[in-house]
């Protein structure tokens, strides 16, 4: 079945340091990918997303690109501010229009100022 | 516009108890979706409700199950809780046509049950 493998936390960086989250899937056929950002006491937001190969997914500063000969969605962003300490998931569907998500175990990043 | 909403917030059960969540969806939406957090990973799909129908399930044993109201809100139902239910439950909610969703999830801030 459908998985997500995401990289192990927690994440501590300094304000201002460049941010790489990994994240590989596997999955049949061509799903669309998705990172979604969760605050303390919130649910979960959609951060960005992309729905096939080669497409760059932005939003806040943060970037991913949809890799499917690495089988990789990593996250990336060039200056990490304190409030981007949250906990970041990331997570496939397939392409069959459900919109079931498959969510990795989440990276819990803590930005220090 | 109230996004997702669900309740309670927060809830303590003991182990064989039964126990119902609620979700209200985003105004407009007509498909909802229930999954489950355990803490330090993430969300599992439990089920999706659609035209009152469940429409998907996930790897989950029968004592879940749920319900679609004809305005479009839902219920979660546990039976015989057990410890391992403890978790965040969340309900997410989005807009489906022609019979595939076509528009992204939004998700209510979730229900924390503890099985005691």
């Known amino acids: 079945g459908d998985s997500v493998t995401q990289m192990e936390g927690p994440v501590t960086l300094s304000e201002e340091a460049f941010l790489t989250i990994n994240c590989t899937y596997t999955?049949?056929?061509?799903?669309?990918l998705f990172w979604y950002v969760q605050y303390p006491g919130e649910g979960l937001q959609l951060l960005l997303k992309?729905?096939?190969?080669?497409d760059k997914g932005s939003n806040k500063g943060f970037e991913a690109t949809y890799r499917k000969e690495t089988t990789s969605f990593h996250l990336e962003k060039g200056s990490v501010q304190v409030s981007d300490s949250a906990v970041y998931f990331c997570?496939?569907?397939?392409?069959?229009?459900?919109?079931?998500?498959?969510f990795g175990t989440g990276t819990r990043l803590t930005i220090i100022p | 516009d109230a996004g997702v909403t669900q309740s309670p917030t927060h809830l303590i059960k003991t182990r064989g108890q039964q126990v119902t969540l609620r979700c209200s969806p985003k105004s407009g939406h007509d498909t909802v979706s229930w999954y489950q957090q355990a803490l330090g990973q993430g969300p599992q799909f439990i089920f999706q409700?659609?035209?009152?129908?469940?429409?998907q399930r996930g790897n989950f044993p029968d004592r879940f199950s749920g319900h679609q109201f004809p305005n479009y809100s839902s219920e979660l139902n546990v039976n015989a809780l057990l410890l391992g239910d403890s978790a965040l439950y969340l309900c997410a909610s989005s807009l489906t046509g022609q019979g595939a969703l076509k528009e992204k999830l939004f998700f209510g801030s979730g229900t924390q049950l503890s099985v005691l």
């Open positions: 999955a049949t056929g061509y799903p669309s």
């Open positions: 992309a729905t096939k190969a080669d």
């Open positions: 409700y659609y035209e009152e129908e469940e429409r």
């Open positions: 997570a496939l569907s397939d392409n069959f229009g459900n919109e079931k998500l498959t």
